[in-house]
């Protein structure tokens, strides 16, 4: 009870004690009202609620009923108000809006009297929001709504979205949006979902109700259109499309046509999903398609792509004809050929210089253009021309060429020729270049100035030359002209020099080998260019008596000294000479002649790499030998037996080579030997290796032979001796194989097969340890009625005259008879002859010496052929053609020329050992004195030369050999070393 109610009382209790017993009022239970019952609280506004009762108080008692009150509490009750007499309503205006307010009521009499209280109740006032109206949703995708509303409010601070999915039980808060927004957009849903909106205005007081539900179902996720949408052709009936696929939901994508305007459009295919390209076939040259496309998942559609549009290729133009080509002038030529198309854009025009270079195009003309001239050429040169007409769909095959040779003019004369005696042994020239397109330099010298020799032929744009092949104390002169293939310039004014008086140099780096067991090779370096030649002493010892053995002319450095004791030491001195006199003796060299054996090979190592096969290391140890002889022994150190020879390499070589045909997991003991003619060396060291255990060998020489139109005969060569048996296995298309036959023989006969079909054959060998590598052949069955084919080619050769004999066995009664096909190794067969039936040879006389050809032969009936005979392989071995392109540069000594050639069909001659090796001969300061400087193998197309002088011009050429003899020299190469 508060404070206040409590005075009341007292004050009504103390007034009743003071009257006088007639006077005293009713006593005080008599006089307390009722208490008031059914109190209710109903909020009618924002800032108003009103309060019922009941009054249960007599009807001759006047009472007032006090209005208590207590905020969003029930302990903290406050008097408000009263209400007049009788009254059982009260309106509680002015409140906070959204506030809870609690209400007690009790009666009061006029004495103040005061009755118990009411029960208790509550109510809260309502938001001063309106809550928002016009809700609606929008459906703009798969994945996102729109909301829209009314902004009715002028007090909201913020407005509030709930969402609740799938129906109304489960609505949640997704966003507070600023005030006066009438419009939200919701991402990140799922597709076909439905979705339910209402909305509640909100500020400081509270919130509005929420507005009215709404109910959206987001849309059904369709795919992207495909962007970067565009048409290649790519022949004249085929149109490549491609585009990016942007949608990562597509089942696939549909491509639509229209031909020659983009209005007509149908469906003319459709991919898969991701597709990114699709090729429309089937269509018509030179035609103009429209396309567009849209990505499908199920029955649902993108947009459509961008309309593109496409014309298929032409067709290719025909070949031009008749292409002709006319010298205009050394540098100008006219090129005319014959138009065979009516659809070409233009014409190309391909260009080849010399024999052995390619083709590059160098113009291109328009279309109905049939001449061409050619500007810019090089006098005295060889040209080749084709012609290729063009169009969109591509271009024709090339013309057949046409040749052109322009002319040259001679160059002009070279003058200001000065001669300059250096030394004894070196006059320099010096001239100026007047022409532009001599070839060579031709430097002449005289002696008495009226009989000039040619002395050296320099290089385009030479303008100087040392001659070093003068003597001393000798008046030289010389003249000098330019030359080209069109003629020769005028010569130079002649120019003199006399060369002092001196002796020549003293050689040395004498070095004497074994040549054989009667002959010692003496090499040494001339030092001088003005000796007249060289004189060679000779002792029996070293300090012994030297006497003259002999001289030799200039220029020379080397000489082999004959007719010697075996098992000897000699020693020599080499010295230079010319009419001055003798320069200083070299140093002395020794040497000792063998016994005229070759001597014995060092067995080095030997290594089993696979199974039958062992890598042999050795060294040779003298220039004697011709062949080394492998020889082996199962088991034990006895029963030597020859395996293979292979050609020597020369003393100090270190050789490898690999012997095969040996057993797997076997112990081998292996020895070696060198040969020369009927000379023998001893036997070397033995080394023993085992070899290694692996799966067989695989059989070799396999081929197939039809026996009948029904039946192939298979054959091949064991080359092992441990398999357990042989797996043969067929094809019809020689990729998908089927198992035929096991079988332990060399040969089987495949029967019931079908005539006129090729049938693909493939075997191995295998054993415990695995299988062999698969050898494969086909062989054809004959036609019906046709002939069994020819078999057991062999081929032999002649060398007078030069022919090859074709002999073969004649399987079959009813041939009309054979034909003869023959190619080379980049060729096609043709046929070389027709022979009548039962021929079983013929002889080929139309071939070349070292060309490598392929010969079968095939019967036929006037109805059919039969399949071809197996196929077989000769090379004519003749001496050799010579080498060509030689060419020789700098390496980083400049006293030294890496020298290079070539050689034609050279990898044919190698691989078949028709080539033995190269000879490389040189001559110093002109082309007249070559001599040997070297030897290299078959399998060398360069030669480095060493220790040369300075300022030296040096001339190469190469030469071919084999066991037939020696080719005719390459040209020359000339190149003149560094100061």
């Keep these: 009870m508060s404070r206040k109610h409590l005075y009341l009382i007292l004050l009504i209790f103390m007034g009743w004690q003071g009257c006088k017993e007639d006077e005293k009022p009713t006593p005080p239970e008599k006089m307390t009202p009722a208490t008031p019952t059914n109190l209710e609280a ?74 118990e209280y009411s029960n208790e109740v509550s109510a809260q006032t309502e938001s001063n929001l309106i809550k928002p109206l016009g809700l609606r949703a929008e459906a703009l995708s798969p994945f996102a709504v729109q909301l829209f509303w009314l902004d009715n409010n002028d007090k909201e601070t913020a407005y509030k979205v709930q969402r609740s999915v799938g129906d109304e039980s489960n609505f949640k808060e997704i966003a507070i949006l600023d005030f006066d927004v009438t419009n939200f957009k919701d991402d990140n849903l799922e597709p076909l979902t439905k979705y ?77 999903q991701n597709s990114t390209s699709y090729i429309n076939k089937d269509l018509e040259p030179a035609t103009t398609y429209f396309y567009r496309i849209r990505a499908i998942k199920d029955d649902i559609f993108s947009e459509y792509s961008s309309v593109v549009n496409v014309q298929t290729n032409l067709r290719k133009p025909k070949v031009p004809t008749r292409p002709n080509a006319e010298v205009i002038s050394e540098t100008m030529g006219k090129l005319t050929w014959e138009d065979e198309s009516n659809n070409e854009a233009g014409f190309r025009i391909f260009r080849r210089v010399g024999i052995s270079g390619s083709f590059e195009q160098i113009a291109e003309v328009g279309a109905n253009v049939t001449e061409y001239v050619i500007t810019g050429l090089t006098p005295d040169t060889e040209y080749y021309f084709q012609i290729r007409a063009f169009n969109s769909g591509g271009e024709s095959p090339e013309s057949r060429e046409a040749k052109l040779r322009t002319p040259d003019f001679p160059p002009n004369s070279p003058t200001n020729l000065i001669a300059s005696a250096v030394s004894g042994s070196q006059v320099n020239l010096t001239w100026i270049d007047n022409s532009n397109n001599e070839q060579n330099f031709i430097v002449e010298r005289s002696t008495d100035n009226v009989t000039f020799k040619e002395l050296v032929r320099l290089l385009n744009n030479s303008t100087s030359f040392q001659d070093m092949s003068v003597i001393s104390n000798t008046q030289y002169y010389y003249r000098v002209k330019a030359i080209n293939g069109f003629g020769e310039s005028a010569y130079t004014a002649s120019a003199s020099a006399k060369t002092p008086e001196v002796l020549p140099n003293q050689p040395n780096n004498l070095i004497v080998n074994t040549f054989s067991g009667s002959k010692l090779q003496l090499n040494w370096i001339d030092n001088s260019n003005n000796e007249s030649g060289f004189i060679i002493l000779r002792a029996k010892s070293l300090n012994g008596t030297y006497t003259e053995l002999t001289r030799v002319g200039a220029d020379v450095t080397s000489y082999i000294d004959t007719g010697l004791d075996i098992n000897a030491f000699y020693y020599y001195k080499v010295k230079s000479y010319n009419n001055i006199g003798e320069s200083a003796e070299s140093n002395i060299g020794n040497g000792k002649t063998s016994d005229g054996k070759p001597t014995v090979p060092k067995l080095d190592k030997l290594e089993a790499i696979a199974r039958g096969e062992v890598k042999v290391f050795w060294t040779e140890t003298s220039n004697e030998g011709n062949q080394v002889i492998v020889e082996v022994s199962e088991q034990n150190q006895s029963n030597f037996k020859e ?36 000379l023998y060396s001893n036997y070397s060291n033995v080394i023993s290796v085992t070899t290694t255990a692996a799966p067989p060998v695989a059989p070799s020489n396999f081929s197939g032979r039809a026996t009948s139109s029904n039946s192939i005969q298979l054959a091949w060569t064991d080359n092992s001796n441990d398999e357990l048996a042989f797996a043969i296995e067929r094809s019809i298309n020689g990729v998908s194989y089927v198992s035929l036959a096991n079988v332990t023989g060399s040969s089987y006969v495949d029967n019931q097969l079908i005539a006129g079909v090729t049938y693909f054959y493939r075997i191995k060998a295998y054993n415990g340890l695995g299988d062999s590598k698969y050898v494969e052949t086909k062989a054809s069955t004959p036609q019906e009625g046709a002939p069994l084919p020819a078999s057991n080619v062999v081929l032999t050769t002649s060398s007078s005259p030069l022919s090859v004999t074709i002999s073969w066995a004649d399987n079959s009664s009813n041939e009309a008879g054979f034909r003869i096909e023959r190619r080379t190794a980049t060729g096609g067969y043709q046929v070389v002859a027709s022979l009548i039936a039962n021929a079983t040879s013929y002889v080929d006389t139309n071939v070349s010496g070292n060309t490598q050809y392929f010969y079968r032969v095939i019967a036929y009936t006037f109805q059919a052929n039969a399949p071809a005979s197996n196929e077989k392989s000769v090379i004519l071995e003749t001496a050799p053609n010579a080498p060509f392109g030689v060419i020789g540069n700098y390496t980083q000594n400049p006293h030294t020329v890496q020298l290079s050639w070539q050689m034609l069909n050279y990898e044919t001659l190698k691989t078949n050992k028709v080539l033995s090796g190269f000879y490389i001969e040189r001559s110093v300061g002109s082309n007249t004195n070559f001599i040997q400087i070297g030897i290299v193998d078959m399998n060398t197309l360069t030669y480095k030369d060493t220790n040369l002088n300075s300022n030296t011009i040096y001339y190469y050429r190469v030469k071919a050999y084999n066991s037939k003899g020696t080719s005719s020299a390459s040209s020359e190469y000339a190149v003149q070393t560094q100061p």
């Design 196 to 272: 339910f909106y209402r909305i509640q205005a909100s500020n400081l007081q509270g919130v509005s109700d929420f507005s009215d539900v709404v109910a959206i179902e987001t849309l059904e996720e369709v795919p992207n259109a495909p962007i970067n949408f565009q048409a290649v052709p790519i022949s004249t009936t085929e149109v490549e499309l491609k585009w990016s696929d942007v949608s990562d939901n597509e089942t696939g994508f549909e491509i639509e046509r229209s031909r020659d305007t983009p209005d007509n459009f149908k469906v003319v295919g459709r991919t898969s």
């Design 42 to 115: 109903n909020a009618l506004s924002f800032d108003h609620i009103q309060l019922t009762w009941v009054d249960n108080t007599t009807a001759e008692v006047s009472v007032k009923f006090l209005i208590e009150r207590s905020k969003d509490t029930k302990d903290n009750f406050e008097l408000v108000d009263s209400t007049s007499f009788n009254r059982t309503v009260f309106d509680d205006k002015n409140l906070d809006p959204n506030t809870v307010y609690f209400y007690r009521v009790r009666a009061s009499t006029s004495a103040f009297f005061v009755s």
């Design 643 to 678: 395996n293979t020879r292979f050609d020597t390499k020369g003393a100090n070589q270190s050789q490898e080579q690999t012997i095969s045909n040996l057993k797997g997991q076997t112990t081998y003991f292996i020895r070696l030997r060198v040969v020369s003619g009927t």
